[in-house]
């Protein structure tokens, strides 16, 4: 592979229908990945595409009364508009119908009969069709049909001659292969079901159909199909020359990154390497294996009518708003839950409210003092000079969880660092200071627009348009390049970012050390939705009143409410209910408080976040960890636990009056 590049793979999507959310998923962070490593300076190949051929589209086809070729044709513009439309910058979309896809798993049959790795026999067993996967033996525990492992639909009886891949005879390699590579796979969880299956004893593999003509002939024997798997695999190599241009696939191949959903994790961890040692290619580097996504407890699926269509939401709440939702609110560890409510609450609390108004706040200030172009100090204060050194610190740690492909977590950390310019902008009072000031008024919005530059170039990856159009707002590229897709790219290159090996880093003190910026009034950044289920509350004729017990002032101002921020969040062992929290409540010093809400809340989104906590209730044991107050929270309409926080940031430690 070519020094400093980069090639990411999505899964090839089974085209019986249109795109849903969960292709929309694995597709995004896989643009994702792409956007980061151009960030990087690397070039970078992403593949994405469509499986065409099998059982399930022959029997879908007819049922449309279509031939094959017409019906997978059908939806080939509904996935490319739909990743158009989301901003998806694939550098090929491959169909495995395509004459050089179909050369390839053919010269790939021929090789594998040149080593002796597969052998014509009988195949008995239960096959499931809307998976297009075989049930092993060990995964059959009756005689009578068992339902599928992966899907849990029906199987059914198949026998027919077949050719069969020696895959037990790289049950050994497999298992060296897994212990000198153990981050082949992640997240790390999800090599042990690989593990568990393979040391179980592999059996050798049909990949071979004489009941379904559609599908690639096999090579040398027209009376057989490529088994849909075997075939659709070898996209990842055919996709980039594979056996045709080798100077092409030498440049790519092995893959950096493969992203797929959990429920193919084997085909991926077992056949996949499996089939590359046959044709002596080295194996991918690693496999970024998601969880499902679940609409109401229950994995989406067709059959359930749980699922999310993305136009639909695109059409709504717009592309870059459902692209972070998808990496903020999904972590790629578990199985996670979408609701159309919890994705109306972060765009408005996160983008419109902490980003959004952000920047609001800062260009319609210069603006209002004629100071839209706005000239770098000479020399930084303290706390100016904190939040520059903090932005070095969360590029760094960005790169980490990037590196690691923990998605969920850099979101966090860059929220973390927006909470916290917030918070500078707020107590540094800039509106006051312009009449007292003026010097100390023109730094707080430079180092505030400064902050702003990181922030959006590390959220670029993620929402590319919004952030071109956040970087063009605060002067960070010629205003003529805005409407290009590239720009934030553009940007770059003109300051020579692609040519040093710390590009992200150097680009942090660049935007500190230029002479000056000019900001640029745009439409407001991210518009909160309004919540339909709110909407739509029937009305009540006559609600009553809860029964009320006054207290005296007296009693009130005993209470020590006080505002804090969450600096440590974790989950507490052997609960399912409480997050322990460091809070710090400045001159009330640091508190330890758990609180019940991990159903509604993972520790990372609460880091860096003000909540109000009362702090002078006696100390109480929980679980073997002392909480040292109480957290405030309430329950909205839709019945979410909602933080009570102060509107706009104020210090550690403040008493509400």
Not at 155 to 162: A, L, P
Not at 435 to 463: C, G, Y
Not at 534 to 544: C, F, S
Request: glycine share 4%; charged share 20%.
């Amino acid at each position: 592979m070519a020094k400093n590049s980069f090639y990411v793979t999505t899964p090839i999507y089974y085209v019986t229908a249109k795109p849903h959310l969960g292709s929309l998923y694995s597709t995004v962070l896989a643009d994702v990945l792409a956007r980061w490593h151009r960030l990087l300076g690397k070039d970078v190949f992403f593949l994405t595409g469509t499986d065409e051929h099998g059982q399930k589209i022959a029997q879908a086809a007819e049922k449309a009364g279509l031939q094959p070729q017409q019906f997978v044709d059908s939806f080939i513009d509904a996935y490319k508009d739909a990743w158009k439309a989301y901003y998806i910058e694939y550098s090929r979309f491959i169909r495995t119908t395509e004459p050089e896809h179909t050369k390839a798993v053919q010269e790939w049959i021929n090789r594998l009969k040149k080593t002796g790795d597969i052998y014509k026999d009988f195949y008995t067993g239960w096959y499931c069709t809307p998976c297009e996967t075989f049930v092993v033996e060990q995964e059959s525990t009756t005689e009578e049909a068992p339902f599928c492992p992966s899907c849990g639909r029906p199987t059914h009886m198949v026998k027919e001659e077949t050719y069969f891949f020696k895959l037990s005879a790289y049950q050994d390699k497999l298992l060296a292969f897994y212990q000198q590579h153990p981050d082949f796979i992640a997240p790390k969880e999800r090599l042990n079901e690989v593990l568990s299956f393979v040391k179980a004893g592999l059996k050798d593999l049909s990949i071979s159909r004489t009941t379904i003509s559609w599908g690639i002939p096999f090579a040398g024997d027209a009376e057989h199909t490529v088994y849909v798997w075997a075939d659709a695999l070898n996209n990842y190599i055919s996709g980039i020359g594979w056996p045709q241009d080798m100077t092409t696939c030498n440049r790519w191949w092995p893959a950096d990154i493969q992203v797929l959903g959990k429920d193919i994790v084997r085909f991926h961890a077992i056949f996949w390497p499996a089939f590359l040692m046959a044709i002596e290619l080295p194996m991918p580097k690693k496999l970024l294996v998601h969880g499902w996504i679940n609409v109401n407890k229950q994995k989406m699926s067709k059959s359930l009518g749980n699922v999310v269509d993305p136009m639909m939401l695109l059409q709504s709440y717009g592309a870059d708003a459902v692209r972070y939702y998808l990496l903020k609110q999904l972590a790629i560890t578990h199985d996670s839950e979408f609701s159309i409510e919890d994705l109306e609450r972060h765009i408005a609390t996160d983008l419109a409210n902490d980003l959004g108004n952000l920047l609001n706040r800062l260009v319609l200030l210069a603006q209002k003092y004629d100071c839209l172009v706005l000239q770098t100090p000479t020399t930084w204060s303290k706390q100016a000079l904190d939040i520059r050194d903090e932005s070095m610190n969360v590029v760094q740690d960005v790169q980490g969880y990037m590196d690691d492909c923990m998605f969920h977590m850099a979101l966090a950390r860059v929220w973390r660092y927006i909470n916290q310019v917030n918070g500078y902008f707020h107590n540094s009072e800039p509106w006051k200071l312009v009449k007292q000031d003026t010097a100390h008024f023109v730094e707080v919005l430079a180092a505030t627009r400064n902050a702003l530059s990181v922030i959006a170039t590390l959220l670029w990856p993620v929402m590319p348009v919004k952030m071109n159009e956040l970087l063009s707002s605060i002067g960070s590229f010629d205003r003529h390049c805005e409407e290009q897709s590239d720009v934030a790219i553009q940007w770059m290159n003109k300051s020579h970012y692609m040519k040093h090996p710390t590009l992200i880093a150097d680009l942090v003190l660049k935007s500190w050390q230029e002479k000056q910026h000019t900001l640029l009034v745009r439409p407001t950044l991210f518009e909160k939705p309004e919540p339909k289920a709110a909407t739509e509350q029937p009305k009540e004729d006559h609600v009553e009143q809860p029964a009320i017990s006054h207290i005296g002032i007296e009693e009130l101002l005993k209470v020590h409410l006080v505002v804090g921020t969450i600096s440590a969040c974790s989950t507490v062992e052997k609960s399912d209910k409480l997050l322990k929290m460091q809070v710090d409540c400045g001159s009330y010093g640091e508190r330890q408080i758990l609180g019940g809400i991990r159903a509604s809340f993972a520790p990372e989104d609460l880091i860096g976040r003000q909540a109000l906590f009362v702090l002078n209730l006696p100390p109480r044991m929980m679980l073997g960890f002392e909480s040292q107050g109480m957290m405030l929270i309430a329950k909205d309409v839709h019945g979410k636990t909602q933080l009570m926080s102060p509107i706009a940031p104020v210090p550690n430690g403040t008493r509400l009056q």
